[in-house]
């Protein structure tokens, strides 16, 4: 029977003036007693709400009642039926909107910390659990995923747990697209993609890395060389600016390129070969996950004073609620119902300043939102000496240049079915390559569901 | 991991390697680059193609030793390995229904300016080659540009090589002269494609220049290696990095190229004092 008199296990995490100047992970994970605690809050309920909420479909009441058992593995393998990544989702997903949004014990009081429970059983596992994974019989079959992120890691673990011979193409130096290049060590330890990497390795998947599809292989081509099916999970693309005077100023980056430095090319790091600015002051534009971390970033790499410049309200902003609480606590400054207008340069054509406009809501647009708009004459000058842009991408030309037959969005984003199924006949789709920027977990779900889609295609072939 | 076939030195500061990479020597068409990190901590940069031969499955690489990625890079021998060699990128010059092209290089640029110039040879065009260098000494392809160009013409700051002047003179001189190109294709220093480009603008010829800023992906990715082309921000790794040499912003773009001139100082310095310490 659930307890109803334990509170909300929180999380112990790194003090916020500590943390704001280390890369190390800010959550620091449960105890075992914490999980117990937490895990008698579970109701356990029949129709499992918290389930229909997951994007994946995981079995959230019977994972927990394995944790109540203290059957970590148990709870570890009922996760893994549904997803391949527990333990980057326990650490990312933004559980607040999806599964305990759903949770019954959230009606009265909080909701159960379904995520933190995951974490908790994922990482056991990768400490606990050295049973080597027996590497399925191979059908033969040959199919290619582009791009190693959630959505094609997870195609790839899917169809090699059925026996394909998957070859997964990776256009960087290393495997784990945004799980490397964007989220930062401090949310997302980079030792846990390898390991989750090297566990689809383990499974017979192989990484073939500094691969360009559409450059060194078109589609057609991987497809002559015998793959069977081709799964697209080539990520969100290329950043977006804002079309304002000053934005190739030395001191702009786009948020991709600020993470990518500091994430992937370990320009935190004391005598990295990549460099990434310093600066006094920096102003982050937008408001999602993306603009979080990179603000979290531009903190611990010492400046002083970091702004979110965010056009709409609190309310709107895109961040997963942790992330927005967790720069709080860190000094970021949230500087909301603002909008750049002009980035300002030196003669050195270096960033000293960005103009902004305050905005205010009229009434709600197409997304529904109420739509900022500019309050006249209210300008100013916020002091900065450097912008990053975090306000979203817009899909990659190279695939769909080189795809004959391969239909897109008119904003290029990959047309698909619900079952993941492109235009073109065996060809694959999913994540944000065909959503638009989304989170790793919707990625994860289209990789899934594109995976049982080429299962069943190739198995009626 | 890709292995050096072979290595020679072009002279005192630009060497020429051949690496094996045949999935990209298969691909990889004049004006395209590849990146490259030398070891598994390294940054990763772009170098343009300068040859490559497709039955033996290599990537002709040429570079000038400017910092410490490439003075690592230089360190390395024959039969050694380089961690990551990733292409071929960017899209590859055109080329198609060009009749009489002058092809204009300078200094290291040249590497890039001859597979361009060999390729319009090949299909049948007239290339006239107007090839610079700061001196005697650091000249390269000078036989390899006589044998793919109808003219050459050669010039040196210093006077040690050919005639004294700047490229822009020699071509300034071309188009006095009443050649008609269809197009002039220009790679370089930013300086030298910027004044190359300025000239060419009062005379009404169609230019091309290639573009070779910071970069960190090279697919699109980072937008790190964006440039103001025509009023339009550019990436110049998937739309370029040929772009129409009227409508480049070169100071934007020479700014930009400056961003971690610092950083690059230090490491390198850092890098020699290592290697000192190392023979010693």
């Given at each position: 029977m659930a307890d109803l008199t334990i509170p909300r296990q929180p999380m112990p995490s790194q003090e916020a003036d500590v943390r704001n100047s280390n890369f190390s992970e800010v959550a620091l994970g449960y105890t075992e007693e914490m999980a117990l605690a937490e895990a008698q809050r579970c109701l356990g309920c029949k129709h499992k709400p918290c389930s229909g909420g997951c994007p994946v479909q995981i079995d959230i009441p019977e994972f927990i009642g394995k944790i109540c058992e203290k059957d970590y593995e148990g709870a570890y393998q009922v996760i893994s039926r549904d997803s391949s990544l527990p333990a980057v989702c326990g650490r990312v997903c933004p559980q607040e909107t999806q599964c305990e949004a759903k949770c019954v014990r959230g009606v009265k009081s909080e909701p159960v910390a379904i995520g933190r429970l995951e974490r908790f059983v994922a990482d056991w596992h990768l400490a606990h659990a050295h049973d080597k994974v027996a590497r399925p019989a191979s059908n033969g079959r040959r199919v290619a995923v582009i791009g190693s992120g959630p959505a094609g890691l997870t195609c790839a673990g899917d169809l090699a747990k059925k026996g394909y011979e998957v070859t997964i193409f990776e256009a960087l130096h290393l495997a784990g697209g945004v799980l490397v290049y964007g989220i930062p060590e401090f949310r997302l330890p980079k030792a846990i993609v390898q390991k989750e990497v090297d566990g689809l390795k383990a499974l017979g998947v192989k990484v073939e890395t500094n691969m360009v599809v559409g450059r060194v292989f078109s589609v057609d081509e991987l497809m002559e060389q015998g793959y069977e099916?081709?799964?697209?999970?080539?990520?969100?693309?290329?950043?977006?600016?804002m079309k304002i005077p000053g934005e190739n100023l030395n001191g702009v980056y786009?948020?991709?390129?600020?993470?990518?430095?500091?994430?992937?090319?370990?320009?935190?790091?004391?005598?990295?070969?990549t460099p990434v600015q310093h600066a006094e002051k920096v102003a982050v534009v937008g408001g999602g996950n993306v603009a979080m971390d990179a603000a979290r970033c531009a903190k611990r790499l010492g400046a002083k004073e970091v702004y979110i410049v965010y056009r709409r309200s609190e309310e709107e902003l895109p961040a997963r609620r942790e992330e927005v609480e967790h720069a709080k606590e860190e000094g970021i400054i949230f500087?909301?119902?603002?909008?750049?207008?002009?980035?300002?340069?030196?003669?050195?054509?270096?960033?000293?300043?960005?103009?902004?406009?305050r905005m205010e809501l009229g009434e709600p647009d197409a997304s529904g939102r109420r739509r900022p708009v500019p309050v006249e004459g209210s300008e100013f000058?916020?002091?900065?000496?450097?912008?990053i842009m975090a306000i979203g991408t817009s899909p990659n030309p190279l695939i769909r240049s080189t795809t004959s037959g391969l239909e897109t969005q008119k904003w290029g984003g990959i047309i698909t079915d619900e079952n993941g199924k492109t235009s073109r006949e065996g060809v694959y789709a999913g994540g944000d390559a065909v959503t638009g920027a989304a989170t790793v977990i919707l990625a994860m779900g289209a990789g899934k569901t594109a995976a049982a889609s080429i299962h069943e295609y190739l198995s009626n072939k | 991991m890709y292995k050096i076939m072979r290595k020679e030195r072009l002279g005192p500061v630009v060497t020429l390697m051949d690496i094996e990479a045949p999935a990209i020597a298969a691909k990889a068409e004049p004006g395209q680059f590849i990146i490259l990190r030398v070891d598994a901590e390294g940054e990763r940069i772009p170098l343009t193609i300068a040859d490559y031969d497709r039955s033996r499955g290599t990537v002709t690489i040429i570079f000038q030793i400017v910092g410490a990625t490439t003075e690592s890079l230089n360190r390395l021998e024959e039969g050694e390995y380089i961690q990551d060699f990733v292409g071929p990128l960017g899209r590859p010059t055109e080329t198609e229904g060009l009749k009489k092209v002058a092809v204009v290089g300078g200094g290291v640029g040249c590497a890039i300016a001859y597979p361009v110039a060999k390729k319009l040879h090949e299909l049948g065009c007239t290339v006239h080659s107007v090839v610079g260098f700061r001196s005697k000494d650091i000249v390269i392809l000078e036989k390899e540009f006589e044998a793919v160009s109808d003219v050459v013409k050669k010039m040196s700051d210093d006077g040690t090589w050919g005639s004294k002047g700047l490229v822009t003179d020699a071509l300034r001189e071309l188009l006095e002269s009443g050649e008609k190109y269809d197009e002039v294709i220009t790679i370089g220093p930013l300086i030298m494609m910027k004044f190359v480009a300025r000239l060419t603008k009062e005379f009404g010829v169609k230019t091309v220049v290639s573009m070779n800023p910071i970069m960190i992906d090279g697919t699109g990715m980072c937008g790190g290696c964006r440039l103001t082309v025509g009023g339009e921000t550019k990436f110049a790794c998937v739309d370029g990095p040929d772009f129409d040499g009227h409508l480049v912003d070169f100071d934007e773009a020479m700014k930009r190229g400056t961003m971690y001139r610092e950083f690059e100082r230090h490491?390198?310095?850092e890098l020699c004092n290592l290697m000192n310490k190392e023979v010693r």
């Open positions: 099916a081709v799964f697209i999970g080539s990520g969100a693309g290329l950043p977006s600016f786009s948020a991709n390129e600020f993470l990518t430095r500091i994430n992937l090319m370990k320009a935190y790091r004391e005598g990295s070969a500087r909301l119902l603002n909008n750049p207008v002009e980035i300002l340069g030196d003669e050195e054509l270096h960033v000293k300043g960005m103009r902004c406009i000058t916020l002091d900065v000496d450097c912008v | 490491a390198h310095s």
